[in-house]
């Protein structure tokens, strides 16, 4: 599976952002998506999940209220809608995937973007 990210790129204080998440897969197959960002020096934190078929979505506490992700399983893609970004928003945001396979408890499979930056500038 290949995941690739689009949409980054430099924007304002205040300003609202969609980042894309495209799969070389159909998303139907895979079991979650989620969106992570990384800012320079820190480790990398989890904004939000979604579950592919139920479309359900689930938040890190600090993320709630200004992200929504979302997902467009007739495109293969994933959303990620940022709003009032500040700048501490500037980092680099990735996408993951994950998919269960084999019998019993099976294996997970994990794939990453490569991720795309998003500076907030004043």
């Known amino acids: 599976v290949q995941l690739v990210e689009s949409g980054g790129g430099l924007v304002q204080v205040g300003d609202s952002l969609r980042l894309s998440c495209a799969s070389s897969?159909?998303?139907?197959?895979?079991?979650?998506m989620a969106w992570y960002r990384q800012v320079t020096g820190r480790p990398r934190e989890l904004i939000g999940t979604i579950t592919t078929n139920s479309r359900t979505t689930a938040y890190a506490d600090s993320m709630t209220g200004r992200f929504t992700i979302s997902i467009d399983n007739t495109k293969n893609t994933m959303y990620l809608q940022a709003n009032s970004l500040t700048l501490e928003d500037t980092a680099v945001y990735s996408c993951n995937a994950k998919r269960r396979r084999g019998k019993g408890w099976g294996t997970v499979y994990s794939y990453w973007g490569q991720g795309t930056q998003v500076t907030v500038s004043s």
């Open positions: 897969e159909n998303t139907l197959s895979l079991d979650t």
